[in-house]
């Protein structure tokens, strides 16, 4: 089984920041459009684990990494909240 740990970190980023972004739309292509902003700004990092195999100790090793993913989440979250591309956002008469 192969796991991306930077996509893990984007979808935690997403739980912990998602509350500071009011503005935010919060629908399913909303938060796509945050996960493929930050997964096309942030090089991977894969592992792979067997299965039963714990690997938590295999960890994004620096917490220098981890800023810079919060940061390229937060970026996201502020551009998608100015411009929601979802039909949810143009019903709404946002565009
Ligand atoms: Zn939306």
């Known amino acids: 089984m192969i796991r991306n740990l930077v ?4 979808q935690a980023a997403y739980d912990a920041l998602r509350g500071n972004f009011p503005a935010f739309c919060g629908c399913e292509y909303c938060r796509d459009d945050i ?4 997964l096309n700004r942030v090089p991977p990092r894969y592992v792979a684990s067997l299965e039963g195999q714990v690997v938590t100790e295999v ?6 990494k981890r800023a810079e993913i919060d940061v390229v989440v937060m970026e996201a ?10 039909p949810k956002s143009r019903q709404a008469g946002k565009g």
């Open 7 to 10: 996509e893990e970190h984007v």
């Open 59 to 64: 960890n994004l090793e620096k917490d220098q």
């Open 77 to 86: 979250f502020r551009k998608v909240s100015m411009a929601p591309r979802c």
């Open 35 to 38: 996960f493929v902003f930050a």
